[in-house]
């Protein structure tokens, strides 16, 4: 087939549904160079194979400036407002020896300890938000649930406090369905960026149990993080702990409700009080529709060769995670939702050196919502057929913009 005949990408018909195109794009161009609709032209790559080893390459690099500064300043790459909020020198936009130190720095904040101790938090958010709309009979499940619970868990988890929390829901709204006014995003950032910086203050006087009292410690003990580099972690913690959960438990709902067998099945393995079946559904409905459509942007530090295409030196590369974990060189039966899939090493969270640092929290917190949700409203169900939702646009991630549901009522409280 000629490249020509590649489908169209980034349109609507494309967003609701990408996974055709993406294989068409795996067997006939899986390295291919696309135009986005930012206009930046990058490299999809989207074979499994060539996707885990892109993920893990030193060549290809996360600093932005490799590429363009102006297409950054401009939102075209990158996270739109970071340049002028001064919140750079995250873990997405850097690359070792400063990416090592920073994440050794934030791994001693972010420890599987802290995750696990924060579990009985989350069941008590989960429990709070499902009581507050399961007397009405309908929901939305991205506005009433799957938005709040990791917003405001990641919060706590950050030392942000709780007066103070609807703000950031407010901002991480703004980020998540921009008003269609300009710069409405870049405002967001920038009010965070402000907010964190004088929280960091703050803590200093009073330093707590949270991650941002830790990455102060960190840096008091002579680790060297500066400011910036605390409020910039700080940032990058919270939008990339909300966004990817929501997206988890968005679109995993979502999922298993157009898959009522297997829904059925996870239904009786948790009346069961079985929590196997449970972990394996969120690494299943991880690789199947997850939150990550395409990994954060890389850009070629040289000339290289990738999945036998040229890749000039500043060219931005792009790994669809969408595609590569619906390659059947890799996956048996790779469109086929299976819940009690085995052999599941999907790149849902990344590879690499920078494989993502809150996937257990981000895990903890699907399981919690999926698992509770699901007994408490046993006969949940859509309210409106598949073609009328619409998907949030944007390059990265993928999720819904609305879910609404029906079941019958349940008087619950907070505490069960």
Known sequence: MQRSECPQLFGREFGADPYPAYAWLRENAPVYKAELPSGVAAWLVTRYADARAALADPRLSKNPDRHSAAAHHSGRVGIPGERGANVMTHLLNIDPPDHTRLRRLVAKAFTPRRVAAFEPRVRELTAGLIASFAGRGEADLIHDFAFPLPIYAICDMLGVPREDQDDFRDWAGMMLHPSGKRGGVGRSVKRMRAYLGDLIHRKRADLGDDLISELIRASDDGEHLSEDEAAAMSFILLFAGFETTVNLIGNGLYTLLRHPAELADLRRSLAAGEEELLASAVEELLRFDGPVELATWRFAREP?????????????????????DRDPRRFARPDVLDLRRRDNQHLGYGHGIHYCLGAPLARLEGRTAIGMLLSALPDLRPAVDPDELRWRGGLIMRGLRSLPVQFTPSHMTESQ
């Open 304 to 324: 290289l060769e990738l999945g036998g295409q040229r890749v000039a030196a500043g060219d931005p590369v792009l790994v669809v995670l969408a595609g590569a």
